[in-house]
């Protein structure tokens, strides 16, 4: 995904207008000095004039420093992102043009045969995969429709997430266990689908060495809110970092140091649907022991209340055949 370039016109705009004010600043003050003595109203004109001038570049100054923080960052965000789905896609093309060029200049067995077409269906489906999260991340400002929303089973959700994560990273459907609650979300399905996603397959990729996720779901009936907690065993992340991971190309260390494959986009569009869902994304500490929590809030229903306004609905419709 290409993002859109940030607009230099602000920057440049700032910086003629410091260079100007600064000129006017300077003349001022010579002007100050010539007129101490012979003319004080001209005196306090001219210094007032010049600290309002001082006190506008000191402002523009700080901007032009916050505008060029934002400018470095994002371009070292961008470089990761780069380099990492460079190597993304280098990856799965060599090892699948080695097992190609294997296959053609050598006889295999049909045992071996059988292991190849296994590794390159893997390296497939991890280009497939790098390839959904790139379009993912590229649907986001697409505006969704009123008749695209649905209400959503959370708990089914969760568990087809939680199967279709599994049996990517090749672990048992047992790593992910479940302590939830009936409740639904009205929201589409591919945005739910991609926040819980995301979240399943990075507790997964990042649990311990032996990967135990747990996931629960409680509703606050007295808000609405369907509350998610997502928790793996692996190592953590810092507390001042916590806000850090959900930005865009955002991720921790350095990518060329890195053992896992990503793009530094998953958390991001979590925050961005979760956000667009009016609900909130939090990351916590493991109660006990090792690991990190991912907390989600969204505005969810009780299944009694959900079927309540199935029932409503239909009532509604049946009514408006019988007039019709």
Known sequence: MITPRR????????AIVMIVLLVALIVGW????????????????????????????????????VLSIKAINLTRRQSNFIASVTHELKSPIASLKLYLQTLEHRQVNEEESAEFRQYMLEDVDRLDHLINHLL????????????????????????????????????????????????????????????????????????????????????????????????????????????????????LGLELERKKPGTGLGLYIVRTLVRRLSGRVIVLNADDGPGTVFEVRLPGLGQSESQGQDNTVGQHARSASVTS
């Open 7 to 14: 607009t230099l016109h602000l920057p440049i705009t700032l």
């Open 136 to 251: 993912d991340a590229a649907q986001l400002e697409k505006r969704r429709l009123e008749e695209d929303i649905e209400t959503i089973d959370l708990p089914e959700l969760l568990r087809e997430c939680a199967d279709s994560v599994c049996l990517r990273y090749r672990v048992p459907l047992q790593t992910i266990r479940f302590d939830v609650e009936p409740c639904q979300l009205r929201a589409t399905r591919m945005d739910a689908d991609m926040i819980f996603r995301n979240l399943l397959d990075n507790a997964v990729k990042y649990a311990g060495s032996t990967p135990q996720v747990e996931v629960s779901v409680k509703l606050d009936a007295a808000i609405q809110y369907t509350v998610t907690r997502i928790r793996d065993n692996g190592q953590g992340i810092p507390p001042q970092l916590r806000r850090k991971i959900f930005g865009r190309f955002e991720r």
């Open 30 to 65: 010579v002007l100050l000095t010539v007129s101490m003595k012979d003319n004080p109203p001209l005196f306090w004109t001219l210094l007032t004039v010049g600290t309002t001038f001082l006190v506008v570049v000191l402002g523009g100054t700080i901007c032009y420093l």
